[in-house]
């Protein structure tokens, strides 16, 4: 059984596609509960452990939007964060990049419980949940705003 946020959530762990559906989906909305505005100008995209960095840096590249949306979990967060310390890389040699790029972190989890030795004890595990908002340009000062409101911290 696999819940988030104390509500059981109809999703198999080991079914990635349904994991990251669920974080795009369900997750990344209800942090932002009321800022619906926000997160129509959000390009999303999802890093498994099996993506190809090259690959995904050049679609972070190609992105339409000016705010980011990369988000993992599990085994998955590793490479994400190589993908993401990679592209603040590439963005900041680019000599048309910007010098403007604001990081922003949001650590959540799934609880998933098993059964124990009998029926009586459960063994309940967290597995985590890494949501980066990455802002290509100047940040407004209600846009940070709402993103401290939701939790969200900085990386400088």
């Given at each position: 059984k696999v819940e988030y946020e104390d509500k059981v959530a109809q999703i198999e762990l080991a079914n990635q596609s349904q994991c990251m559906q669920f974080i795009k989906d369900v997750v990344i909305p209800s942090l932002?509960?009321?800022?619906?505005?926000?997160?129509?100008?959000?390009?999303?995209?999802?890093?498994?452990?099996?993506?190809?960095?090259?690959?995904?840096?050049?679609?972070?590249?190609?992105?339409?939007?000016q705010l980011l949306c990369i988000y993992s979990y599990g085994t998955h967060i590793q490479k994400?964060?190589?993908?993401?310390?990679?592209?603040?890389?590439?963005?900041?040699?680019?000599?048309?990049?910007?010098?403007?790029?604001?990081?922003?972190?949001?650590?959540?989890?799934?609880?998933?419980?098993?059964?124990?030795?009998?029926?009586?004890?459960?063994?309940r595990t967290r597995v985590p949940i890494l949501i980066t908002l990455v802002r290509l340009s100047t940040l407004s000062p209600a846009f940070v705003l709402k993103l401290e409101q939701a939790g969200f911290t900085v990386q400088l």
């Open positions: 932002f509960n009321d800022s619906g505005n926000l997160l129509n100008e959000v390009s999303y995209r999802k890093v498994t452990k099996n993506d190809n960095i090259q690959q995904t840096i050049e679609k972070l590249e190609k992105a339409s939007s994400m964060l190589s993908i993401l310390e990679i592209f603040k890389k590439v963005m900041k040699k680019d000599p048309n990049g910007t010098d403007e790029l604001h990081q922003w972190n949001k650590l959540t989890s799934f609880v998933c419980t098993r059964e124990g030795r009998n029926e009586l004890l459960e063994r």
